[in-house]
Nanobody, 120 residues
Framework: QVQLVESGGGLVQPGGSLRLSCAAS????????MGWYRQAPGKERELVAV???????NYADSVKGRFTISRNNAKNTVYLQMNSLKPEDTAVYYC??????????????WGQGTQVVVSS
């Protein structure tokens, strides 16, 4: 079992910043990719950003230049720095990680989600 716990969501005004964190714990041998997804009301979940074990990154076009994903492999933690936030960034943000457990099983785990509201 691998658990992901997110933190850092909240209410912010347009143009403001937030930093999300997601820590993975459990029987982890190796984490491959870690990423952030979001789901706005009435919409499907979408990829925001993903980072590989080698720190290669990929972003949704809508957040390029405003969001930065990073990770600390020693802490099994991924971060999402969100700047210049817009009302359309309002969503529940979910952390995802995949890799190998200490018993050599593949895992693909999700966090419980953290709400981000961008509003004046």
């Amino acid at each position: 079992q691998v658990q992901l716990v997110e933190s850092g969501g909240g209410l912010v005004q347009p143009g403001g910043s937030l930093r999300l964190s997601c820590a993975a714990s459990g029987s982890i041998f190796r984490i491959n990719a870690m990423g952030w997804y979001r789901q706005a009301p009435g919409k499907e979940r979408e990829l925001v950003a993903v980072i590989s074990s080698g720190a290669s990154t990929n972003y949704a076009d809508s957040v390029k230049g405003r969001f930065t994903i990073s990770r600390n492999n020693a802490k099994n933690t991924v971060y999402l720095q969100m700047n210049s936030l817009k009302p359309e960034d309002t969503a529940v943000y979910y952390c995802n990680a995949n890799g190998l457990t200490s018993r050599w099983y593949d895992f693909d785990s999700w966090g419980q989600g953290t709400q981000v509201v961008v509003s004046s």
